[in-house]
Nanobody, 120 residues
Framework: QVQLVESGGGLVQPGGSLRLSCAASGSIFSLNDMGWYRQAPGKQRELVATITRGGRINYADSVKGRFTISRDNAKKTVYLQVNSLKPEDTAVYYC??????????????WGQGTQVTVSS
């Protein structure tokens, strides 16, 4: 099973920034699409940003102009730079990575989540 390990979350004041990372490990042959989702307490998980194999990026309206998604295929890592943070950005952020393992099986895996808390 491919594993995704997230890092970079934390407590930050409104207007602050963080850089979230999600690194895939295991016998991975090739990566496909990647994305970030978030879930606040009592709310449904929502899509934050995606980046396709070809580099096409999509953001939720609520984060446009503030968040930036990027990927480093050599490091098998997807990043989310979160700037100008607002209290409503407080949530557990989950990464999602799709791809093929060394056996040729397609995987769609999730990270364990990293907490982002925006508070003064």
């Amino acid at each position: 099973q491919v594993q995704l390990v997230e890092s970079g979350g934390g407590l930050v004041q409104p207007g602050g920034s963080l850089r979230l990372s999600c690194a895939a490990s295991g016998s991975i042959f090739s990566l496909n699409d990647m994305g970030w989702y978030r879930q606040a307490p009592g709310k449904q998980r929502e899509l934050v940003a995606t980046i396709t194999r070809g580099g096409r990026i999509n953001y939720a309206d609520s984060v446009k102009g503030r968040f930036t998604i990027s990927r480093d295929n050599a490091k098998k890592t997807v990043y989310l730079q979160v700037n100008s943070l607002k209290p409503e950005d407080t949530a557990v952020y989950y990464c999602n990575i799709d791809g093929w393992d060394s056996s040729g099986h397609y995987f769609r895996d999730w990270g364990q989540g990293t907490q982002v808390t925006v508070s003064s």
